[in-house]
């Protein structure tokens, strides 16, 4: 009787500890996919390929282990949106150093890091500001570093101020600085001049959850989205036809893996000028695409190959009313 219960015993425990073991749900187990969510690039949640274009599967080259995996957002962005200001008075820290040839401050605000950059033989008199939007996956610091942004400036041969504040990292991060007027300030604070010429924003993938926000800032004449038409159409139209300024702007899309809303957008409007790829040089631009209101360009870089691969910024900041140097 006593072997019995002992061998009972042991089933008992041994049912208890399968039962335990065994996971709720299967690990095969995937939840469904809204079909309105878009694409970007280099963030979490790796979408399925049958839905995926070409120029955005993943690199073949590269190890699995470093791929970045992608993300969906959604069309509308319904998140509550925290509002960050550096709203202070005094003066902010910074640090001076020389990149690139060039006077470079790191400025420490309460919205993040922003980099400032000016070219050797900068002039503030004749000089325009570019304001440098990064995407995800990366902070002020490191796209500042790792995409060699400070080379990638001078080669563009353009006198101008170069910031480059904090961005979103990711879905969930809050835009830095809602207002463009608030960086603006930050810069001013850290006891640096921002010259009176023309203002070039530009941004790459994610950055267009900021730059949607600075369409009506008055002093923004041409924005540059490189691979950034993910959401925000409504602002952009807003920026080139719609809105109060609109007949003094100019807009450059560029798209590859978002070619197809880049496209789509550009049809919209008939002053709208398109090619095929990038050329290897200004030259390359004919005279209708130098003087476009809206220039659309399908990239034949993929989408992070546009920022680290210094062919594209520096040749589309000579699009702009900046002035030589």
Do not use: C
């Not at 400032?116 to 008199?125: C, K, Q």
Request: charged share 25%; aromatic share 8%; no cysteine.
């Amino acid at each position: 009787m006593k072997s019995v219960s002992l061998v009972g015993l042991a089933a008992i425990l041994f049912a208890s500890a399968t039962a335990m073991a065994e996971p709720s749900q299967s690990i095969d187990h995937v939840e469904p996919v809204n079909s309105s969510e878009l694409v970007i690039p280099g963030v979490d949640d790796q979408p399925d390929d049958t839905q995926q274009p070409p120029d955005q599967q993943p690199d073949p080259q590269q190890p699995p282990s470093q791929q970045k995996p992608q993300a969906r957002l959604t069309s509308t962005w319904s998140r509550p949106r925290e509002i960050v200001k550096d709203s202070g008075d005094g003066r902010l820290e910074k640090k001076e150093d020389t990149v690139a040839g060039g006077k470079h401050w790191r400025i420490k605000t309460g919205a993040g890091a922003v980099h400032v950059w000016a070219p050797p033989g900068y002039d503030r008199s004749t000089a325009g500001t570019v304001v440098y939007v990064h995407g995800y996956w990366t902070d002020a610091d490191g796209a500042w570093r790792d995409h060699s942004l400070a080379k990638q400036f001078r080669a563009s041969k353009q006198n101008a101020l170069f910031i480059v504040p904090d961005a979103p990292t990711a879905n969930e991060d809050s835009v830095k600085w809602p207002a463009l007027k608030d960086l603006r300030r930050a810069v001013a604070r850290a006891n640096i001049v921002i010259p009176d010429g023309p203002v070039i924003v530009m941004g790459h993938s994610g950055a267009f959850r900021t730059i949607m926000q600075w369409v009506d800032h008055k002093l923004v004449e041409q924005i540059i989205l490189l691979d950034a038409m993910y959401a925000g159409e409504h602002a952009f139209d807003e920026f080139i036809d719609s809105g109060k300024r609109a007949n003094q702007h100019k807009l450059i899309v560029v798209g590859a893996g978002t070619a197809q809303s880049s496209e789509s957008f550009a049809k919209k409007y008939k002053f709208a000028v398109a090619r095929e790829a990038m050329p290897s040089s200004y030259g390359g631009f004919k005279k209708r695409e130098r003087g476009a209101k809206l220039l659309y360009i399908r990239s034949q870089f993929e989408h992070m190959q546009i920022v680290t691969g210094g062919k594209v910024i520096p040749l589309l900041l000579r699009l702009t009313a900046l002035k030589a140097l």
